[in-house]
């Protein structure tokens, strides 16, 4: 199993600023991914976050706007870039540590955004 | 990816059993079956996964027919703290993700 931390828990940010979100795993993982959620939906896929290239983005994310970072095997950070309201949502961390992604995956307790 | 349809809810009461069905028509011959559950205000935690026919672990139990088009998963003497979003997903493990659909809203009453 691989217990996951997010920061910050939650945020008010106000619109045109960027928020970084990162996500900590007390131990090695294979795949890091970043999903969003709004209130009473289901999980929306943004991106793969791969170790030492660029992340692999899902249609209708884009790197400018949601750039991702994973520096080494337990780490990554998810940037929304100049927010507006529609980016209010829940943000949620996974990560497995199987080969593949049909592989358990294990969730963070998820970042609350709210854009003003 | 395999598109797979629940109800959108379900209410049961405490003690009993509760079956929650998932249909996906167009599952391909690798695809896995999973179901995650959610709790409010928390990341969806792995409940079981399966391929073929029976699949039981300590939590639940998951039945797939032989045709696959469908898989139900089992929830033996629901208590309150089952209440809960439940996902069906479908993915081949080649694949690089695996989709959320709309998921099933069960509310147990006492």
């Known amino acids: 199993s691989a217990v996951i931390s997010q920061k910050p828990s939650r945020d008010i940010c106000q619109r045109g600023t960027s928020l970084t979100i990162q996500c900590q795993v007390d131990?090695?993982?294979?795949?890091m991914f970043w999903y969003r959620q709004q209130p009473g939906q289901s999980l929306t896929l943004i991106a793969t976050a791969n170790q030492g290239s660029e992340a692999t983005y899902e249609s209708g994310f884009v790197i400018d706007k949601f750039p991702i970072s994973r520096p080494n095997l337990t780490f990554s950070t998810l940037t929304v870039s100049n927010m507006s309201p529609e980016d209010s949502s829940i943000y949620l961390c996974?990560?497995?540590?199987?080969?593949?992604?049909?592989?358990?995956?294990?969730f963070g307790p998820g970042t609350r955004l709210t854009v003003l | 990816l395999a598109k797979t349809t629940q109800p959108i809810s379900m209410d049961s009461y405490e003690g009993q059993e509760v079956n929650i069905t998932c249909s996906h028509n167009n599952i391909a011959t690798n695809d896995y079956i999973t179901w995650y559950q959610q709790f409010p205000s928390q990341g969806p935690r792995f409940i079981i996964q399966g391929y073929k026919t029976k699949v039981t672990n300590e939590v639940a139990s998951l039945f797939i027919p032989a045709d696959r088009k469908s898989s139900t998963l089992s929830l033996p003497r629901v208590s309150l703290s089952d209440t809960a979003v439940y996902y069906c997903l479908v993915g081949d493990p080649l694949d690089d993700k695996i989709i959320f659909g709309k998921g099933t809203r069960l509310h147990i009453l006492p």
């Open positions: 996974s990560v497995t540590t199987g080969r593949h992604s049909t592989d358990t995956q294990y």
């Open positions: 131990s090695q993982v294979t795949m």
